[in-house]
């Protein structure tokens, strides 16, 4: 059973770091184009970052280049969100994505919508 489970969500002041990870298990991240995104109240779910399953590739939403880093690390399975120099309308609860094995979903945006596999989600809150 494939499950992506996100952690590291919590309350931050504006101006403050938070690191989230994305812990997968019955899939092998190396092998997958990973992504985030995340989903504000009343709007709808936004593109955050990617990493190409080489990691020779990321591609980062115009909102949050400069400010979050995306990474992943093969050995524990997991993909992690470095989020700096928050802003209180970065407050959603955000998710993290698998693609498809081994097909390029990096910089090919809408492909995003059919990712297979999607975590539940963990709230991010960032207080002014």
């Known amino acids: 059973q494939v499950q992506l489970v996100e952690s590291g969500g919590g309350l931050v002041q504006a101006g403050g770091s938070l690191r989230l990870s994305c812990a997968a298990s019955?899939?092998?991240?190396?092998?997958?184009?990973m992504a985030w995104f995340r989903q504000a109240p009343g709007k709808e779910r936004e593109f955050l970052a990617a990493v190409s399953w080489s990691a020779r590739s990321t591609d980062y939403a115009d909102s949050v280049k400069g400010r979050f880093t995306i990474s992943r690390d093969n050995a524990e399975n997991t993909v992690n969100l470095q989020m700096n120099s928050l802003k209180p309308e970065d407050t959603a609860v955000y998710y993290c994505a698998a693609s498809t094995e081994y097909i390029d979903f990096i910089k090919r945006r809408p492909l995003w919508t059919r990712a297979p596999y999607w975590g539940q989600g963990t709230q991010v809150t960032v207080s002014s």
């Open positions: 019955g899939l092998t991240v190396s092998t997958r184009d």
